[in-house]
């Protein structure tokens, strides 16, 4: 079975299991879900994009406007797909009352009417197909290029704003999308878990966070780099979350919940002497087609499968450890490892994992 008819198979079973007649997606991560890749955004700050599908038992349809039709069927190939097209002229009212009117729905977000399913769509998108797999691997490899080419740019006297600009241009050069972009300088590191850049100008220490989108996946990936010797304080604490990413990492095995994941790195927190540092900022959680389909929460229930994706974040105040992982069957994969870039190496039941460090440029 091909990659859309699994997806349309899920979806259908969905309906099923719920008693629905229709699924609504309006999300940006839902259709390009559902598309096996298809960008529905026009305005990339919005969640919900410019284009719906609704799929039934027999049916499913791409419900937008005459301005956003020839793009999807032609370069999104969704009339390829064998998708149906109902678009309405921009200033008309939208097909979609007509066809879902009298079905019982479902919906991946908030709709009048419909049955919110947006928890278990968010579990279908975990589940990768090999497909999904090969281009999760192929964008991991190019987060990690952009971030390798970005931070070795940066100079001292640059702005928060102008090493944003690297990181950007160097992402969407390479057709990722670049969908957080967060930068932060010496002690705005220590001040803010989600740094926006600013005018300041970079001093000795710079924070470079990158969520990059193609094909509608998201990889994510942090580095830190210092100018001039590393700080004692600076190296322990880099030491530490080195620690507790491998934790994370090592755990992240089939079967093994998310909430005894986050308890085995909560334990590493205070093997380290940094008890309380993961309740200041999230831990990560499963990826996919957001940067976290959802963030792991102490007792969560979820089993870790097979080929999903995971992103954990561990941080303790002024350094933070950042990478996307594939779960295979025997091993995980970090699949946005960057050649070349200083490592600290960590042992965990008996197994080695090479961490990032912080780079040091004299």
């Not at 026009?42 to 719906?52: D, I, Q, R």
Request: net charge negative; glycine share 8%.
């Amino acid at each position: 079975m091909n990659e859309l008819d699994l997806k349309l198979t899920r979806v259908r079973a969905l309906l099923t299991e719920h008693q629905l007649d229709a699924l609504l997606l309006r999300q940006v991560s839902s259709f390009a879900w559902a598309t096996c890749g298809a960008a529905s955004y026009v305005n990339t700050a919005t969640s919900a994009g410019a284009a719906s599908l609704l799929i039934t038992p027999d049916e499913r349809y791409v419900i937008t406007t005459n301005i956003e039709a020839p793009r999807l069927e032609r370069e999104e190939r969704l009339a390829e797909q064998g998708w149906t097209v109902r678009a309405a002229g921009w200033h008309e009212a939208s097909p979609l009352a007509t066809l879902a009117a009298g079905l019982r729905l479902g919906a991946d977000s908030l709709y009048p009417g419909a049955v919110d399913l947006s928890a278990e769509l968010s579990r279908l998108r975990t589940d990768l197909t090999a497909d999904e797999v090969q281009r999760y691997r192929a964008l991991g490899r190019l987060c990690a290029e952009t971030m390798d080419e970005a931070i070795r740019r940066v100079q001292p006297g640059m702005t928060e704003y102008q090493i944003a600009g690297l990181l950007a241009v160097a992402s969407q050069s390479r057709g990722v999308q670049p969908i957080v972009n967060l930068i932060a300088t010496d002690e705005r590191i220590f001040a803010f878990r989600h740094p926006l850049p600013t005018g300041k100008t970079l001093e000795r220490y710079a924070m470079l966070v990158l969520c990059g989108r193609a094909h509608g996946l998201v990889c994510s990936v942090t580095r830190l780099v210092h100018f001039g010797p590393l700080p004692v304080e600076l190296q322990r604490k880099a030491a530490a979350v080195a620690e507790v990413d491998a934790a994370f990492i090592a755990a992240t095995r089939p079967g093994r919940t998310l909430g005894e994941i986050l308890a085995l790195a909560q334990q590493a927190y205070a093997d380290q002497g940094f008890a309380d540092e993961w309740r200041l900022h999230h831990q990560g959680g499963p990826a996919g087609y957001e940067p976290r389909e959802w963030v792991a929460t102490p007792g969560d229930p979820f089993q870790v499968r097979p080929g999903q994706v995971y992103a954990w974040n561990p941080s303790i105040t002024g350094v933070k450890s950042e990478d996307t992982i594939l779960v295979g069957d025997e091993a995980n994969e970090v699949i946005t490892s960057i050649d070349g870039w200083p490592s600290v190496s960590v042992e965990v039941g008996g197994a080695i994992w090479q961490r990032p460090a912080i780079l040091v440029i004299d």
